[in-house]
């Protein structure tokens, strides 16, 4: 008996050693690819560097502007992930509160547009906003960020939903009696105690926000405003693609995303149990 649970134990950790190495290995290739030439690369994307160097690196934040773009990728995720977080709650305490048959259907419709792909609406929805009301011309910072807070609020809600559910009318019913109103009751009451699943939220969103490309590519038409990943284009031409910065660039752009998602992966898993269980 024990030799078998030794061997399972032994089996166990050699399949979670062979999916560590599949899903690390291309940010391995990555790295060690961000130091070479193109030359190299094509040669032998999987051998060592001979040298190190960050000329690539310097390179490659020149030519993508890494400041500008670095800004606005920053204030669209943020800006977007504290309204989706601001709104989404809100929209979640009310359904919770307010339990009417147009609250319980309103929020199944919202949970049901979650299965509805993107790429079915993005023609109609750039048509709509672009060529009829103008605004990818005249806002497509702000329109960014309100597409965003659109497309984000379903998965938040019906998260902060399953939560709110689980937090005592009795602690809302004593704010009302020591005076409190109710958007002081949410405010200073609910929201605190949604801090866990707030957290999750925002780490979701701020991994999607900041990796996206499809749709910033599409309202984002001028390049004082395209964000990170939108910026890779200038690496691209039509018959060949600048690996040497291309590649460095890709790792400017997802170390910031994969430090911050380091730090806050352990809120991730927690505030899915929470909000799966509750």
């Not at 601001?86 to 199944?108: D, E, G, H, I, P």
Request: proline share 5%.
């Amino acid at each position: 008996m024990e030799m078998r649970k030794l061997a399972s134990s032994v089996l166990l950790y050699l399949l979670l050693a062979v999916v560590f190495v599949l899903f690390t290995f291309p940010f391995f290739l990555v790295i060690i690819n961000s130091f070479k030439n193109n030359g190299q690369i094509l040669e032998n994307p999987f051998a060592l560097p001979t040298s190190y160097s960050f000329r690539q690196f310097r390179q490659a934040m020149e030519k993508m502007d890494f400041l500008v773009s670095f800004k606005n990728t920053l204030v669209i995720t943020g800006v977007s992930t504290v309204l989706i977080l601001v709104f989404s709650a809100m929209t979640a305490y009310y359904l919770v509160r307010n339990k009417t048959r147009f609250n319980q259907l309103f929020f199944s419709v919202m949970v049901a547009s979650m299965i509805i792909p993107f790429q079915s609406i993005m023609i109609p929805l750039i048509y709509i906003y672009g060529a009829k009301l103008h605004l990818i011309d005249n806002f497509p910072t702000l329109l960014l960020i309100v597409l965003y807070i659109g497309f984000g609020s379903a998965l938040s809600v019906f998260m902060y939903h399953g939560f709110i559910k689980s937090i005592p009318l009795e602690l809302e019913e004593a704010s009302y009696i020591d005076g409190c109103t109710a958007r002081q009751t949410f405010f200073k009451i609910v929201l605190p105690m949604l801090a866990p699943t707030s957290m999750t939220i925002a780490i979701l969103n701020v991994l999607w926000i900041w990796n996206d490309y499809l749709l910033p590519s599409l309202v984002l038409t001028k390049p004082q405003y395209y964000t990170m990943p939108v910026k890779m284009k200038v690496f691209s031409g039509t018959y060949m693609n600048n690996w040497e910065l291309l590649i460095p660039a890709i790792l400017l752009t997802i170390l910031p995303i994969l430090i911050a998602y380091l730090f806050g992966q352990r809120y991730i898993i927690r505030g899915v149990m929470q909000g799966a269980i509750k």
